[in-house]
């Protein structure tokens, strides 16, 4: 089974960046995919997406702030996290949707990725 693993999160002050990244094991798999996070007591919240087209959708709470993109080259999904707020504190996850779809209707879907990162700490200090 096709495996993601993520890597870049940590620590940073309030107003900070990070960059983070996820590869895949497997060829053909970056079509879909989504950057999800979640804080303890809540579910899983779609963060970013990006479909087979390179079409993008993001949370209200983080427009204009945080880009999803991919290599499809190098197999790798970035999310690049910018003017980061306390609020922005959650594990993060890479996942991806199993298929090959134009449009990010998967965003406010978690049980529609069927492939998952193990996921990384983000943790934004004020």
């Known amino acids: 089974q096709a495996q993601l693993v993520e890597s870049g999160g940590g620590s940073v002050q309030a107003g900070g960046s990070l960059r983070m990244s996820c590869g895949a094991s497997?060829?053909?798999?970056?079509?879909?995919m989504g950057w999800l996070r979640q804080t303890p007591g809540k579910e899983r919240e779609g963060v970013a997406t990006?479909?087979?087209?390179?079409?993008?959708d993001y949370a209200d709470s983080v427009k204009g702030r945080f880009t999803i993109s991919k290599d499809n080259a190098k197999n790798i999904l970035y999310l690049e996290m910018n003017n980061l707020k306390p609020e922005d504190t959650a594990v993060y996850y890479c996942?991806?949707?199993?298929?090959?779809?134009?449009?990010?209707?998967?965003?406010?879907?978690?049980?529609?990725?069927?492939?998952w990162g193990q996921g990384t700490q983000v943790t934004v200090s004020s």
């Open positions: 996942a991806a949707v199993e298929g090959f779809y134009s449009g990010n209707w998967y965003r406010e879907r978690p049980n529609e990725f069927a492939y």
């Open positions: 497997e060829y053909g798999i970056l079509n879909c």
């Open positions: 990006i479909d087979a087209d390179g079409s993008t």
